[in-house]
């Protein structure tokens, strides 16, 4: 029972990295799903979230550049990341929302950089 979080990488600012959270063991759909990341010396923070039914909601600063979504078939969660900046540069975990300590996996790596 986990969830495995790919696709990080390092961007240029001003491009785009989609995230995938895919879950084994268990159906993602039965649960809201969060994007949480947590830059160095900084705690983590919820940056975007998606309700069973597909509401999202995001923190100020993604909103209008990050899309969260999820594909229940592929039993995977998404985030969608446009126009990265610096500041982005983080590790990006995904978990149910409210978090679940037994989830929280090796997340992955953007860094944002010129």
């Known amino acids: 029972v986990q969830l495995v979080e790919s696709g990080g990488g390092l961007v240029q600012p001003g491009g785009s990295l989609r995230l995938s959270c895919a879950a084994s063991g268990f159906t993602l759909d039965y649960y809201a799903v969060g994007w949480i990341r947590q830059a160095p010396g900084n705690e983590r923070e919820l940056v975007a979230s998606i309700t069973r039914g597909g509401s999202t909601n995001y923190i100020d600063s993604a909103k209008g550049r990050f899309t969260i979504s999820r594909d229940n078939a592929k039993n995977t969660v998404y985030l969608q990341m446009n126009s990265l900046n610096p500041e982005d540069t983080a590790v990006y975990y995904c978990?149910?929302?409210?978090?679940?300590?037994?989830?929280w996996g090796q997340g992955t790596q953007v860094t944002v950089s010129s």
């Open positions: 978990n149910r929302d409210p978090p679940d300590t037994r989830f």
